[in-house]
């Protein structure tokens, strides 16, 4: 919580500590004996949504023009959360042009204005002004959580990184596949509101929200075993694996020695196609996405994978795109849905482009 210098007129800091509960800030220096430095920065950064109320006139016509002359400015300044705002004052400073106008500049700023209803106020006027009734400010704050979280109760199992096939003990088969691209869909998937399984192959890579269960595996085999020990629960599944087509038939448990000559070859096997064996049982209520990494056709391609393993729709990168695919932070992706609809992104941060499938998969499933 934080008051402004005005707000102390009304409230002792001491008294709002002691009635919520929480920690009070009003000044840059919490502790004028030590000096010890409140950081407004941190507190502007660490919130998830900036609700001012009361706010006065004086301090709505602060926030239109970047006025920082208190903590509280300071600390709006720097959120980098949304913010929502409550007015309260009399019904002629509410009405006058210059606050109107301050209002529908912090509008444009995509400062979310609560209403000021009509009602008695503090001068013993009636009219609009009021702030708006605490009930209301709390459906609002409410509101915006549960818009912010669509995927709230919703399960999602997501692959990611590569497989490794064992030739012997020290030696395999793998590929390139750093894991970013998987592991961004889990957490934006988290920060929607979902509970994520997140089935990786060896990657250097952990996850950072708290709804993300990570489980690690290290071959095709062993992913396929933990996909399918969760896929039936789930709601959405995200193949973003890059996962080994082919194992050695047989892998030795002794490192193999090398032969004085002669050539030495590895009879490879076919791996089960996972995404096609969670296609076949996929219920009507399950969505089911999966990547394609193609160089050439890859449209053509991208659309016969969605016929062939039961998708519901196919994010395409196309290793011809510069920036795009393995090992660097950025892709530049198509999505395909199972009309053949095609939807182009730009060339985007691994984490933008993970929104935007997690925004796709939304708007196709909730909205
Ligand atoms: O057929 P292709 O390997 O190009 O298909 C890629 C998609 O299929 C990706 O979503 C990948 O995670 C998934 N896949 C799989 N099991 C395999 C091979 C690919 O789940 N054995």
């Not at 919130?47 to 016509?61: C, R």
């Not at 892998?251 to 050539?263: L, T």
């Amino acid at each position: 919580m934080v008051l402004t210098p005005s707000a102390i007129d009304f409230v002792t800091p001491l008294t709002l500590a002691t009635l919520s509960k929480n920690r009070v800030y009003s000044d840059f220096t919490e502790d004028k004996d030590t000096g010890e430095w409140t950081n407004h920065v941190e507190l502007g950064l660490w919130g998830d949504l900036m609700l001012i109320a009361p706010i006065s006139a004086n301090t709505l016509s602060k926030l239109a023009s970047g006025a920082c002359d208190n903590f509280l400015m300071a600390t709006f300044l720097s959120a980098k959360c949304p913010v929502m705002i409550a007015p309260a004052m009399d019904l002629d400073m509410y009405s006058n042009a210059a606050t109107q106008d301050n209002i529908s500049i912090l509008k444009k700023r995509a400062i979310q204005v609560l209403d000021s209803p009509s009602g008695e106020l503090a001068s013993g006027l009636s009219g609009k002004g009021r702030m708006e009734e605490p009930e209301e400010i709390g459906m609002a704050v409410e509101e915006f959580f549960t818009k912010k979280e669509p995927l709230k109760g919703k399960i999602a199992l997501v692959t990611a990184g590569p497989t490794y096939e064992n030739i012997d003990p020290v030696r395999f088969i793998g590929n390139y596949s750093s894991g970013k691209m998987g592991f961004a869909i889990a957490e934006r998937l988290a920060e929607k509101g979902a509970q994520v399984t997140l089935v990786s192959g060896p990657s250097s890579l952990s996850p950072i929200h708290p709804n993300i269960k990570i489980i690690r595996v290290t071959s095709a085999l062993e992913m396929k075993a933990a996909c399918e020990a969760v896929f039936t629960s789930t709601h959405y599944t995200i193949m973003a694996a890059a996962v080994a087509d082919y194992r050695p038939e047989n892998s030795s448990d002794q490192k193999i020695k090398r032969e004085k000559k002669g050539e030495f070859s590895i009879n490879l096997i076919p791996n089960p196609d996972i995404i096609k064996a969670l296609g076949i049982k996929k219920s009507k209520d399950q969505f089911l996405l999966g990547f394609a990494l193609e160089t050439n056709n890859a449209l053509e391609n991208a659309k016969k994978k969605i016929d062939s393993k039961n998708l519901d729709a196919i994010v395409l990168n196309s290793l011809e795109d510069e920036g795009a695919g393995f090992g660097v932070d950025t892709n530049k992706i198509s999505i395909i849905d199972s009309d053949n609809k095609i939807t182009r992104f730009e060339l985007k941060s691994k984490s933008d482009v993970a929104l935007d499938i997690v925004d796709f998969i939304i708007t196709r499933t909730i909205t």
